[in-house]
């Protein structure tokens, strides 16, 4: 069975960083595409940053030059580093796993919550 666990989330200053990690389990990292999503209260859930097995990471525009995605296979973790933080930062972070390269997101973890005080 595999799970995502997320941790890192905290109160931040508008400005600042932080770290959020995802602790894959049940199978090897390296075989999928891992991906970042944030629901914001009130809004829909959004895509962040992806990072697949080979190839290319991708951002969303919101966050791109500002957060970096990366992965230590060999621990089987995924990051997010998150620097210049700002208050529409603050979401519920998601991360997840595309287990089967079709594009969707196969697992899920239960989010971790960062808030960015201006």
């Known amino acids: 069975q595999v799970q995502l666990v997320e941790s890192g989330g905290d109160l931040a200053q508008a400005g600042g960083s932080l770290r959020l990690s995802c602790a894959v389990s049940?199978?090897?990292?390296?075989?999928?595409?891992m991906g970042w999503f944030r629901q914001a209260p009130g809004k829909e859930r959004e895509f962040v940053a992806r990072?697949?097995?080979?190839?290319?990471?991708n951002y969303a525009d919101s966050v791109r030059g500002r957060f970096s995605i990366s992965r230590d296979n060999a621990k089987n973790m995924v990051y997010l580093q998150m620097n210049s933080l700002r208050p529409e930062d603050t979401a519920v972070y998601y991360c997840?796993?595309?287990?089967?390269?079709?594009?969707?997101?196969?697992?899920w973890g239960q989010g971790t919550q960062v808030t960015v005080s201006s």
């Open positions: 990072t697949p097995w080979s190839g290319y990471n």
């Open positions: 049940g199978r090897t990292v390296s075989n999928f595409h």
């Open positions: 997840a796993a595309d287990a089967y390269g079709r594009g969707t997101y196969d697992y």
